[in-house]
C-alpha cells in the first residue's frame, strides 16, 4: 500500500511559487541577456517585438524546464503525491463504477476486444461486481452502427457472467463527447457513484481501475483521478518515437505536473475516474455565446470539466503511481497534426472561459498551458520572421557608420555575437536535459534490458532529439495554420481519429507538406544570398521543413518502425515484458477479427435473423429516430424490393440506410422476405 | 412497405419459422398447425404474420411472465434469445399446441437474456455558467473564486 503524505495549503502554496517563481527569474534573466544581444542598428518597434516574442517562448521552455526538475527530484525521493490517502489493496468495494467507452465511428473489434480484457483482468481482482460497462455510441455511419451491435452480441457472450456489457447508441450525438457522457448521467448517473471514462484506444488494468475506485471512495473530498495514459501498441516508426518518449520522459513530467497540481490537477479527458455526483452538479457545459470555431459546443471539454468540478470545491488529482493505464497515439506525422487540429480549436476556445468568474487560479493556469501549447508555434514563427526580416533589413538598408551629426568615431551596430550563442545553449540545454533526466530515473527504475540495453536506451534518446528538432518546425507550421484558420473562423468539423498503422501515401504527404517545402527551400536561398550569418542559424528549421516530404513519409511506415526495433530503437518495456492484459486484449481482437463484418449495415439486418431481432431489440434504448424525409424511406423501400425480388445491389445512400435502420416494421418484413 | 413475393400462406409460414432455426424436417408439422389455427386462406400477408406473431407472443411471455418490454420488443428478444440457445432443437410443433416451451429450454433462455442497457433512472446535471468577462469587472471575475456550499 502506498503511503500517505501529508501536505498543508501553505506547503502547496510554497511549491508553486517555487515552480513559477524559477520559471519567471528564468525568463528574466535570459531576456536580459537577449536585450543586449539584439543587434543594436534595430528600430525600436522591431526591439520590443523581438524582446515580447523570446520572452514568451523562453517562458514556454522554462515552465517545462522547472517543472521536469521538480518532478526528477519527486521520482528520486520516491514521493507520492501528497495529501491523498491511499488503501489496501483488498479493501472491498461498497459503492458502484461504470465504465464508459464513448465511441464514434470507432473500429469496433478493437474496441470490445480491449473492453473484453478490461473485464477479464477486473475478473482477477473478485470484485468484477461493482463495475458495469457502457458502450456509448455516437456512430453515424450506418455499417459502423451494425458492426457495433454485431460484435456486442459476440463480445456480450464472451464476456465475464458478473460484469454487465451494456450498448447504447445516440441518434443525435449533440455536444459530441460531453454531449455522450451527459446523456449517460441524465438517464443512469444516479445509479453510479463514479465512473471511469475511456477513449474508443483506452486500456486500463483491472487492478488500477479498482484502486481508482478505492481512491475514491477513500476520499470523498476527490472529484476526478487522472491515471497518466502511457502511449503502446504502434509500430510505425513515429507512433514508436512517441511511444519511447512517453516512456521515458512521460513520468518525470507526470510527476512534476502533480508537484505544483497536486489537488488542483487536470482531466485529460480519459483513462480518469470521476465521481458522477460531482460531474452531475458541475459539469453540464454551456453553449458557448458565438459561432465556431470559438462559439458554440465546447470541443476540449475535459480541461472545463476539470475546472468546473474544482469551482465547485472537488479536488482533481494526477496520480502518476497508477500504472497499467494505457492508450495508442497516432501512427503518423499527419494523423497527430489531423488530431492537434481539433485540439487545437478546443484549446483555443478557452480563451473564452479562462477569464470566467469563480474558477480557480491553477485552472487558468492550466488553460494558459493549453493555449500556450498551440500559441507558441505561431509566436516562435512570428519570432523567426521579426528575425529574418531584420538581418534582410539590415542588407537592403546597411548600416550607417557614419551618421550626419559630427562624431570621431563610427558608430558600429553591436550584436552580441557569445551572448545568443550562449542564449542557444541554454535554450538546448532547457530542452535536452529533462530527456536524460527522465532516462536516469527510468534507468534507476526498471532494467535497462527493457528499453533495449543501456546503450540502446542512449541511442533512442539521441534519436529521438534528432527526430524531435527535425519534426518541431513541421510541427511549428501545421499548428500556426492551425491557429490562423481558427481565428479565420474555419471549423475543425468532427472526424475520426485513424488508428492504423497504414503510412502515409506519396500523394497525401504532398498535398500535407507542399508549402513546408516550399517555404523550407525559399527561406534557404534567401538566407543564402542576403543574410549569410543566420545560414547556419537557420539550417535546424530549414532542413526539416525542406525534408518534411520525406521525414513524414520515412516516419509513418511500419516497416521502418519493426526495423528501428530490431535494432534497439526506440523499444519500450510493455514489448519486452508483455502486460497480461495487452495479450487479453490481443488475443479478444484475434477472436472477433474471425467475425465476418462484410456486407454489414441493413443488408445484415434483413439477412441474418439473429441479428434482425437483435437489432429490433435495441432500436428503443437508442432513442427517437432522427428526422428523415417520407421520399428518403420510400426511395429506400424500392432499393431493398429490388434486393429482394430481383437480387440487385441496394447502394443505399446514408441517409436511406439510416431511415431503414429506424423502421422495424420494414426491416422485419424484408427478412420474412428473404427465406421466402 | 416492402412486398412479400408470396406464392402461398404456407410460404410465409415456412419462412418465419426458418428464420427461428427450425429446420426444413420441422416445417411441414409446423406450417399444418398455423394453417389449422388460422383457420382461412390468407388474402394479405401481414394479417397472416400478425397471427402467427401473436402466437408466438404468447410463448415470449410464458418464457419472460415480468418482462415490461413493448410487445415488438419482446418479440425480438424471443426470437434473439430462441436463436442463441438453439430453440428449434430442442422443441418440436407441440410448443405452439401447447403454448409452452419445455421447461429446460425456457429456463436456458431466461439466462441468456439480457438487457441491452438497464433501466432509466432519471435525473438532470445541473447547468452551469460561463460569464463571458466585461470589462468593468474583470479582475473581480478573476479573483473571485466560488466556496463549495
Not at chain 1, 148 to 171: F, G, H, T, V
Not at chain 1, 199 to 205: E, F, G, M, P, V
Not at chain 1, 467 to 482: D, N, R, T, V
Not at chain 2, 18 to 38: C, H, M, V, W, Y
Request: glycine share 6%; charged share 20%.
Amino acid at each position: 500500500m502506498q503511503k500517505f503524505v501529508p501536505i498543508s495549503p501553505k506547503q502547496v502554496r510554497r511549491r508553486r511559487v517555487v515552480v513559477f517563481g524559477l520559471m519567471i527569474v528564468s525568463t528574466l534573466l535570459a531576456t536580459l541577456k537577449w536585450i543586449t544581444a539584439i543587434p543594436s542598428d534595430s528600430r525600436l518597434f522591431t526591439q520590443l517585438l523581438m524582446v515580447i516574442l523570446f520572452m514568451l517562448t523562453f517562458a514556454w521552455i522554462a515552465l517545462f524546464f522547472w517543472s521536469s526538475i521538480f518532478g526528477f527530484f519527486e521520482l528520486l525521493r520516491k514521493r507520492n503525491v501528497p495529501g491523498i490517502h491511499w488503501v489496501d489493496e483488498n479493501t472491498k468495494l461498497s459503492t458502484r463504477t461504470a465504465i464508459l467507452m464513448p465511441v464514434y465511428n470507432e473500429s469496433p473489434t478493437n474496441v470490445f476486444a480491449n473492453l473484453l480484457a478490461m473485464a477479464e483482468d477486473l475478473k482477477k481482482t473478485g470484485q468484477e461486481k461493482a463495475f458495469d460497462i457502457f458502450v456509448l455510441s455516437d456512430t453515424t455511419n450506418p455499417k459502423v452502427w451494425v458492426e457495433e451491435e454485431k460484435i456486442w452480441l459476440e463480445a456480450r457472450q464472451l464476456m465475464s457472467p458478473n460484469i454487465n456489457l451494456y450498448y447504447r447508441r445516440r441518434a443525435k450525438n449533440i455536444a459530441r463527447k460531453s454531449g455522450n457522457i451527459e446523456d449517460f448521467c441524465n438517464k443512469w448517473g444516479a445509479k453510479y457513484d463514479f465512473m471511469i471514462v475511456l477513449d474508443a484506444d483506452s486500456l486500463l488494468s483491472g487492478k488500477t481501475m479498482l484502486t481508482m475506485a478505492q481512491l475514491m471512495e477513500a476520499n470523498p473530498e476527490t472529484g476526478i483521478i487522472q491515471a497518466p495514459p502511457m502511449c503502446i501498441n504502434r509500430n510505425s516508426l513515429f507512433a514508436r518515437i512517441q511511444q519511447f518518449a512517453g516512456k521515458v520522459y512521460g513520468p518525470i513530467v507526470s510527476a512534476g505536473l502533480a508537484y505544483w497540481q497536486v489537488s488542483d490537477s487536470n482531466y485529460w479527458g480519459h483513462n480518469a475516474i470521476i465521481r458522477v455526483k460531482a460531474f452531475m452538479e458541475c459539469c453540464k457545459l454551456p453553449v458557448l455565446s458565438g459561432r465556431a470555431p470559438f462559439g458554440g459546443h465546447i470541443l476540449s471539454h475535459d480541461f472545463v470539466e476539470a475546472a468546473l468540478i474544482r469551482r465547485g470545491g472537488w479536488s482533481a488529482w494526477l496520480l502518476p503511481e497508477l500504472k497499467g493505464s494505457f492508450e495508442e497515439c497516432p501512427p503518423t506525422m499527419i494523423d497527430f497534426a489531423i488530431r492537434d487540429r481539433r485540439w487545437c480549436q478546443g484549446n483555443m476556445q478557452h480563451i473564452k472561459v479562462l477569464i470566467s468568474k469563480g474558477l480557480h487560479p491553477v485552472s487558468r493556469v492550466h488553460f494558459t498551458i493549453g493555449i500556450m501549447s498551440y500559441l507558441s508555434s505561431p509566436i516562435w514563427l512570428c519570432f523567426l520572421l521579426v528575425g529574418l526580416m531584420t538581418a534582410l533589413g539590415r542588407e537592403i538598408f546597411p548600416p550607417t557608420y557614419f551618421p550626419q551629426s559630427y562624431t570621431l568615431f563610427p558608430e558600429w551596430p553591436i550584436f552580441d555575437k557569445i551572448g545568443t550563442i550562449a542564449l542557444f545553449i541554454l535554450s538546448m540545454f532547457m530542452l535536452i536535459f529533462p530527456k536524460f533526466l527522465g532516462l536516469i530515473i527510468y534507468l534507476k527504475e526498471n532494467k535497462a534490458a527493457d528499453i533495449g540495453g543501456i546503450f540502446g536506451a542512449i541511442k533512442s534518446v539521441l534519436a529521438e532529439i534528432v527526430f524531435s528538432a527535425l519534426s518541431a518546425p513541421i510541427m511549428m507550421m501545421f499548428q500556426s495554420k492551425f491557429v490562423f484558420d481558427i481565428f479565420a473562423g474555419i471549423d475543425a468539423g468532427w472526424n475520426t481519429q485513424n488508428r492504423e498503422d497504414s503510412g502515409t501515401p506519396f500523394k497525401q504527404a504532398v498535398e500535407r507538406h507542399f508549402w513546408h517545402t516550399i517555404l523550407g527551400i525559399a527561406t534557404t536561398i534567401i538566407v543564402w544570398n542576403y543574410a549569410h550569418a543566420l545560414f547556419w542559424w537557420m539550417l535546424p528549421i530549414t532542413v526539416g521543413l525542406m525534408l518534411s516530404i520525406p521525414i513524414s513519409m520515412f516516419s509513418s511506415r511500419e516497416s521502418n518502425g519493426i526495423a528501428a526495433r530490431k535494432h534497439k530503437f526506440f523499444v519500450i518495456p510493455e514489448e519486452v515484458k508483455i502486460p497480461e492484459i495487452l495479450k487479453e486484449a490481443k488475443a479478444y481482437l484475434a477472436n472477433l477479427q474471425k467475425i465476418s463484418l462484410d456486407n454489414c449495415g441493413v443488408e445484415a439486418i434483413v439477412t441474418n435473423p439473429q441479428l434482425n431481432a437483435l437489432h429490433i431489440l435495441m432500436l428503443p434504448i437508442n432513442g427517437p429516430a432522427p428526422e428523415f424525409s417520407a421520399k428518403t424511406l420510400e426511395m429506400a423501400q424500392i432499393k431493398l424490393e429490388n434486393f429482394i425480388n430481383h437480387k440487385l445491389k441496394m447502394e443505399l445512400t446514408k441517409e436511406e440506410e439510416i431511415a431503414l435502420l429506424y423502421s422495424p416494421q420494414i426491416l422485419r418484413k424484408a427478412c420474412l422476405a428473404l427465406a421466402i | 412497405m416492402v412486398t412479400l413475393r408470396i406464392q402461398s400462406g404456407d410460404d410465409i409460414i415456412r419462412a418465419y419459422f426458418s428464420n427461428l432455426g427450425f429446420s426444413e424436417k420441422q416445417l411441414p408439422a409446423l406450417t399444418r398447425l398455423i394453417d389449422e389455427r388460422f383457420g382461412k386462406v390468407p388474402t394479405d400477408g401481414d394479417e397472416l404474420v400478425a397471427f402467427i406473431d401473436a402466437q408466438v407472443l404468447r410463448l415470449a411471455k410464458s418464457v419472460f411472465p415480468h418482462s415490461v418490454l413493448p410487445d415488438e420488443q419482446l418479440l425480438a428478444q424471443f426470437r434473439l434469445v430462441f436463436l442463441l440457445c438453439n430453440g428449434a432443437q430442442k422443441c418440436t410443433d407441440e410448443v405452439l399446441k401447447k403454448h409452452r416451451l419445455p421447461e429446460g429450454l425456457a429456463e436456458q433462455m431466461r439466462k441468456t437474456a439480457f438487457e441491452t442497457a438497464p433501466g432509466y433512472c432519471f435525473s438532470d446535471m445541473v447547468p452551469q455558467k460561463i460569464e463571458s468577462p466585461k470589462p468593468s469587472n474583470f479582475f473581480h471575475n478573476l479573483f473571485h473564486r466560488a466556496k463549495k456550499d
